[in-house]
């Protein structure tokens, strides 16, 4: 029973198995830091690593995620009562007109896997709405995600509305989703564009770290 069992673990996707150990590692009197720092987040890590040279597939990472999800729950109280804080935070949402929630989830994994708090706004979000939630949640970072070509726009209009509501510089923007590419993030005047759920979880962690 250790650290490096747990991590693998995680990356194999075994959720039942993932959470016993996390029990009884924090039975035997293992911190829940130690368990987030050192197995969860190396494991999710690398699991975006093996998604990113084309190693792990789709199937591969919601597994994973599960895992990892089983085990936060277990240790979200404990880091709770020792105190611990989230890295930073982060607002996401799939824009307006769109429904497809798949990748933005996925970088929901990743982000949070990383330490970060997550507010998921879910799917079919107005531009109103990110603004309302840069307003009440004051996160670091926002990503919004679209794999429409017909709604791709109102990533723009969200954009637009940041800076009209006077929040677009307490706030960077990542976009992302399969249509996108970097040039239509320039030129909406996003901060950033990820091509996966690895990028957006670099870019988090770097905003934070700036
Ligand atoms: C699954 C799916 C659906 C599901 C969605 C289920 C769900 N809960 O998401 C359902 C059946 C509901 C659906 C509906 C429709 N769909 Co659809 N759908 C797909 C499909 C097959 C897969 C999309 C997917 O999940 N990919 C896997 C994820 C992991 O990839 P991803 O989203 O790109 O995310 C990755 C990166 O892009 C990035 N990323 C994503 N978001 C973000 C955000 C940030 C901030 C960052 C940094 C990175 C990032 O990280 C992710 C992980 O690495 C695609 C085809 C395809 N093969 O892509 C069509 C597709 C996207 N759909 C399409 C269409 C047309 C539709 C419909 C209009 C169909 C219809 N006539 O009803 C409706 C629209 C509904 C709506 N209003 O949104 C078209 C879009 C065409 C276009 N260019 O606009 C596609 C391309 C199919 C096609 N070839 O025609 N769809």
């Known amino acids: 029973m250790s650290l490096v069992e747990l991590k693998e ?20 009197g ?15 890590d690398e699991v975006g690593e093996l998604f990113q040279k084309g190693e792990y597939f ?4 919601l597994v994973a995620a599960r895992a990892m999800q089983k085990a936060t729950e277990i240790i979200r109280p404990k880091l709770q009562e020792m105190g611990v804080k ?6 996401l949402g799939t824009v307006r007109g769109d429904l497809h929630d798949i990748g933005k ?8 896997g990383a330490g970060f708090e997550v507010v998921d706004l879910g799917i079919d979000v107005t531009p109103e ?33 940041l800076k ?3 929040v677009r510089n307490s706030v960077k923007v990542m976009v992302g989703g399969a249509p996108l ?3 239509f993030a320039t030129e909406i005047g996003a901060d950033f564009y990820g091509k996966d759920a690895t990028e957006a979880k670099n870019y988090a962690k770097f905003v934070y770290e700036e």
């Open 86 to 91: 989230a890295k930073g935070k982060v607002v």
């Open 181 to 183: 590419r970097q040039d």
């Open 129 to 161: 709405k990110f603004v309302q939630a840069v307003k009440d949640h004051k996160p670091g970072v926002i990503g919004m995600s679209a794999l429409l070509t017909t709604t791709m726009m109102s990533m723009k209009d969200t954009v637009a509305l």
């Open 9 to 28: 673990l995680v990356k194999n996707g075994k959720a039942k198995e993932t959470e016993e150990m996390v029990k009884s590692l924090l039975n035997s």
């Open 105 to 112: 989830n996925l970088v929901k994994m990743m982000v949070e």
């Open 164 to 166: 009209s509501e006077g």
């Open 58 to 61: 789709v199937p591969e990472l």
């Open 30 to 44: 293992t911190n829940a830091e130690a368990i987030l720092t050192n197995a969860l987040i190396p494991a999710m």
